[in-house]
């Protein structure tokens, strides 16, 4: 019998003191570590799991983790039946119904939490979240696919690359829509990254995360991912979307547009935010209904797919007494581009104006955001932006900085000739700025 198969999860010191007790998982066992005694079901580990703890199943339901001794005494009490986690029925395909594809990248909505520590850990595959969700199977034909497990602080544009072209792939097969599970904290960047990457779209496409964890009571995992798929299944839009709550409320879920959206807050449920524009559209209940201009499902169009991205771009946040010299490192390694994110307006300190003209006859590309949340730049009120401009700083309306950062990534690997780049740049290309800000309440 192969041990480790039947310890699953652990592995270092703890597989090591596990294997010399001849234990197995699912065995009740008792642990005495100097005066206290636990007695409970040994349990299977997460993979991220340290190599010190064992975890044990108590009597009363609950999961505690206990960190091994070389004074602990443990001993095997009896024999119960093994942790298992079997699948539940899954529905037969229904012709009726559309086809939508989930894609599990990780994140939060695709996460238990670990409770001996109460951190969170990315464990779900993509089955788990169709069978947790069993009312996805009246909405539509699931498949599944799992590309990463990945936490969203870990995903760059490599993994933006190969996520571009596994959707295409899907999309190709003939799905109605595909549903990407993301970690919030950069699913912006993604969604920017996408909205780029795939042009054309006769489908929607549709990144959707939680902000609290599916076995947390307050989770907003079902909501959010139960409306991402009827919207991926019916809504006549079709861009590359974010889909999460409207409020704090379980009641509605608004779809943001790819490029003009932020996360807002750091715990909140309704997080995110449409910058600049309304959402697309609000789902609630059965209902979905569309609140501004939006690019049309229709299943004869021609995806177009540019999926590359070059990293040698940077997003360069304006403070008081900023290092000139900082622009100087952009230049020494080579970067291509340089997108600034200025204060108010569009402004940045006059000190790093001669950085600034070096980089510009030295042929960077330079891209002037606004720091503030609303409203667009404008750099022909005062003479600092004036001057800015006539260095060869581009202005760039009412751009997010995220997306600006990456829409720059794109242009890059489509061309590495500045006039070109220029071009591409201020061509609105995924509705990524407006020739209006409006002004809202």
């Not at 002037?368 to 932006?385: A, H, I, K, P």
């Not at 590495?416 to 201020?426: G, Q, S």
Request: aromatic content about 6%; hydrophobic content about 40%.
């Amino acid at each position: 019998m192969n041990m480790c198969a039947e310890l699953s999860g652990y592995k270092g010191n703890v597989l090591k003191f596990l294997m010399k007790a001849d234990l197995q998982i699912g065995d009740i066992i008792r642990i005495t570590r100097n005066e206290e005694v636990f007695e409970g079901t040994l349990m299977p580990r997460y993979e991220l799991a340290d190599d010190n703890h064992i975890v044990l199943k108590l009597k009363n339901g609950y999961n505690i983790g206990i960190k091994i001794h070389h004074e602990m005494v443990v001993m095997k009490v009896g024999t119960g039946a093994k942790p298992t986690y079997k699948l539940p029925y899954q529905p037969k395909e229904k012709r009726e119904l559309p086809t939508v594809t989930i894609i599990s990248t990780g994140g939060t909505i695709a996460s238990r939490v670990d409770y001996r520590t109460g951190a969170v850990h990315p464990a779900l595959t993509s089955d788990d979240i169709l069978t947790v969700v069993p009312e996805l199977s009246k909405i539509a034909n699931i498949k599944t696919k799992i590309l990463f497990s990945l936490l969203s602080e870990n995903v760059h544009s490599s993994h933006w690359t190969k996520l571009a072209q596994t959707v295409a792939q899907h999309i190709l097969m003939g799905v109605n829509g595909v549903v990407i599970c993301h970690g919030t904290d950069t699913m912006a960047y993604t969604s920017a990254a996408l909205s780029f990457a795939l042009q054309n779209l006769p489908v929607p496409v549709i990144f959707v995360g939680s902000q609290r964890s599916s076995d947390r009571p307050s989770s907003d995992a079902a909501l959010n991912l139960i409306n991402a798929v009827k919207a991926a299944a019916r809504t006549p839009i079709a861009e590359v979307m974010v889909g999460m709550h409207e409020t704090s409320s379980d009641t509605t879920t608004v779809l943001h547009r790819g490029t003009r959206v932020r996360k807002c807050h750091t715990s909140r449920r309704d997080a995110f935010k449409s910058i600049n524009i309304g959402p697309l559209a609000r789902i609630k209940g059965e209902e979905i209904t569309l609140l501004e201009d939006y690019s049309r499902r229709d299943p004869n169009k021609q995806l177009i797919i540019n999926s590359n991205f070059e990293r040698k771009v940077g997003l360069l946040k304006f403070y008081p007494g900023l290092n000139p010299n900082i622009i100087d490192w952009y230049m020494d390694h080579g970067y291509f581009g340089l997108v600034l994110e200025g204060t108010g307006l569009g402004h940045v300190g006059d000190h790093l104006f001669p950085q600034i003209r070096k980089a510009v006859e030295q042929g960077l590309l330079l891209g002037m955001t606004s720091q503030c949340v609303w409203g667009r730049v404008n750099m022909n009120v005062y003479d600092t932006g004036i001057d800015l401009q006539r260095i060869g700083v581009i202005p760039l309306k009412d751009m997010l900085p995220e997306t600006a950062l990456v829409k720059m990534m794109w242009i890059f690997s489509q061309t590495t000739d500045i006039e070109e780049a220029k071009k591409l740049l201020m061509l609105n290309i995924a509705g990524e700025f407006s020739e209006r800000t409006l002004y809202e309440k």
